[in-house]
Structures are given as C-alpha cells and as structure tokens.
C-alpha cells in the first residue's frame, strides 16, 4: 500500500512523497494507530483500562448505593407501622385528658 502511494504521489501531487517509508508504514500500521489514541476513552490499551478500572469503580459504588436503599425501603413497613401506632397512642392519650 505504501509502494502503491509512492508511486501515485508524482501523479496526484506532481513530486515524490518527502515523508520517509517508514513514517508511511507507522501511519497504516492498524496497532500503531490504536496505541497512538491514548486519549481518555480512546481505544489505546493504557486508556481503555483506565476506562475499565472507573466503570468497575462507579458499578461497585452503585451497588453499595442499591443495597443501601434496599435496606431502606425494607425497613419502611415497620416504620410506618410503629409511627401508625405511635399516632393512635397519642391519639388515644389525648381523648383521656
């Protein structure tokens, strides 16, 4: 592909390429481009599994934050209960005075 570039390059831009063959070799070399792409959430390995580490990091603490509100709602019933009671103690209190 690199030969095949050369070669047209006198064609479309009337001169030879300047950029070395080795710089034409990197920049089609499909490893090359990813691992250049060490952008955050870019495809380079480094970044990726930094991108890996926080989305396991923020689904750990989303799974603490559900077991806790799942603990909360299941002790709902027996709050309600114990204020309905609570209510009707006062309730009944009051009539008594």
Avoid: W
Wanted: with cysteine.
């Amino acid at each position: 592909m690199v030969d095949c570039v050369a070669e047209l390059s006198i064609e479309v831009i009337g001169r030879p390429l300047r950029t070395p063959r080795e710089d034409l070799l990197r920049a089609v070399d499909p490893e090359h481009f990813v691992n250049i792409r060490a952008i955050p959430d870019g495809p380079a390995p480094k970044a990726a599994l930094a991108a890996i580490e926080y989305a396991e990091t923020e689904a750990t603490k989303d799974k603490r934050g559900l077991r806790e509100k799942s603990g909360r709602l299941q002790e709902y019933p027996a709050r309600i209960r114990n204020l309905c009671h609570a209510l009707v103690d006062r309730a009944k209190a009051a009539e008594q005075v």
